[in-house]
């Protein structure tokens, strides 16, 4: 059996003409029809009904199975309680129809927003073709304005047009205020900055990773976790590491004209490495706090420090050799005690786990 299955999906059936709904039958479509034109010639949906009409009769003449129209009618306002409401209706047609045969559905629609009903009607039925039927000279208009309410709905996609959009406007504005307030510096600049930047956060999707960072931080404060605090101390750190790093730089290449490349190298580690070293123990210190706090410490935890404390003495030994501050001898030991500081610090806390042992992580309740 072919049910032919006109959709409003805003209810103007209903709201305009009284009709109740769905409409089963020819000659009720048809009532349903005349009724909405007469009350709104203007209105697309009686274009449907009339549609609908027309292929129920084509059909019927080309078919040799029995044909059936009936209009099913959604509700004004959200699209998905509209949807349910024209999904309720089907059941009610599909409920009414006696037939042992297997009923298979053309739908009929004015345009896209009501073809979004498809999938609802398809977890119904099975569906052999949808027909829209608009007016020739309405329907590229209708298709763009049913895109672009489907775009402003979108808040992923709304931002990503209408944020640079916005700022493209308003450099003119921007740039009058300036000239009246006499404000100096290029406006035109300034908002293609602004725009540069944002295509770019867009194009590498850092809004997503600064909405993690965000949540992280906001979490670690209600938390009252150790790392965040030493997470900044770590970065401070290291900023004066890097400064202190090319100033002692500066201070050879006054002293000793040009270096060579490995000597610069060697003269920003020298310089930095305890800095750096500082802030790596910083970090894991905090770290291995908050591990004991939360009650998943473990004794090999403590070997960062350590490790830490053992390359950076070692870094610094070799890029003062490359500079000629050291001596062969100094650099060798200093490779000595850095490979015996990391072996014994992983001995004893091995030993200091295997027969102490470590926290056991605590499940909230």
Known sequence: MLLVLCVDLDDDIGR???????VVGRNAVE??????????PEDSDSNVLFEGIHLHDELLAESTESVEVAAVTGTEGSDVVANRAVGEEIDTVLAGLTTGEDIRAIVVTDGAQDESVVPVIRSRIAIDGVRRVVV??????????YTIKQ???????????????????????LAVLADVLGMPGDVF??????????LLSRGLGLGEW??????????????????????????????????????MLNSIREGTGVLGAGEAVAAVVAGSIHWLAAAGITSSLGQVTDEYL???FRWRYLNAPFYILAIAGVTHAVSMYVLGHVTLSYLAMMLTAGTLLGLF???AFAIAESRIGGSEPRVST
């Open 189 to 198: 600049g300034v908002a293609s900055g602004l725009l540069g930047l944002y």
């Open 210 to 247: 600064l909405d993690v960072a965000v949540d992280r931080v906001r979490s670690g404060l209600y938390a009252g976790r150790v790392t965040l605090v030493t997470y900044v101390v770590a970065l401070t750190l290291l900023v004066i590491g890097g400064v202190s790093g090319f100033e």
């Open 151 to 173: 775009v402003l709905n979108d808040p992923e996609t709304r931002g990503t047009i209408l944020v640079p959009l916005g700022i493209l406007l308003l450099i003119y504005p």
């Open 16 to 22: 305009k003409t009284g009709v109740e709904t769905p």
């Open 31 to 40: 009532e349903a029809a005349i009724a909405l034109a007469t009350a709104d």
């Open 294 to 296: 939360a009650g998943a």
């Open 136 to 145: 020739r000279q309405a329907e590229d208009l209708e298709s763009m304005y």
């Open 345 to 347: 610090s992983t001995l």
